[in-house]
């Protein structure tokens, strides 16, 4: 599909983070890492600030929410970093929804999913996503916004 650039100027970069991904910091550290999502909008918000950029940042535990909110970004973002969690593994609605997003997308995720249990090493997401940045925790983040800068510069151009 064409791509129909959008100001990022104008338009926020869309974050947006799948199931359980509010309880970071208080589990299962030695997988996802110490920080909260609280921790993480922060810093990406920040990031993208150095970029001259604004961030609408959020977080659902329902399909159908993420869902509505990767549509939004259509209209209403510059473009989206997702981590669509568990739905990531099993969600083709989610997938549909990426696919009608014509902004940079980038797929994310605080583990790498590719050196855990099988179930994890299909993304429907990645079919619809510009890239895929995975194991490397909350920095993960703060690299896809970077990333998602440059891409928007090739657009541009
Ligand atoms: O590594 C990632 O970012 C994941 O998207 C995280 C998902 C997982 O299902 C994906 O395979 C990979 C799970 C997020 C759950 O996060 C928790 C954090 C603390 C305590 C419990 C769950």
Request: overall charge neutral.
């Amino acid at each position: 599909m064409a791509r129909k650039a959008q100001s990022s100027k104008t338009f926020p970069i869309y974050v947006l983070n799948g199931p359980n991904l509010n309880l970071l910091g208080t589990r299962e550290p030695e997988v996802y890492g110490h920080a909260t999502l609280a921790d993480i909008e922060k810093a990406v918000k920040a990031r993208a600030k150095t970029h001259g950029l604004t961030v609408t940042f959020r977080q659902s535990n329902h399909e159908g929410e993420l869902v509505d909110w990767i549509q939004e970004a259509r209209t209403t973002g510059c473009g989206v970093i997702l981590n669509a969690g568990a739905y990531t593994h099993t969600s083709v609605a989610l997938l549909d929804a990426c696919r009608a997003v014509n902004h940079p997308l980038i797929e994310v995720h605080l583990s790498n999913p590719y050196k855990r249990e099988p179930y994890r090493r299909r993304s429907f997401i990645a079919e619809a996503a510009d890239a895929l940045i995975c194991g490397l925790g909350a920095n993960g983040y703060l690299l896809a916004v970077d990333a998602l800068v440059a891409l928007l510069k090739e657009e541009k151009e």
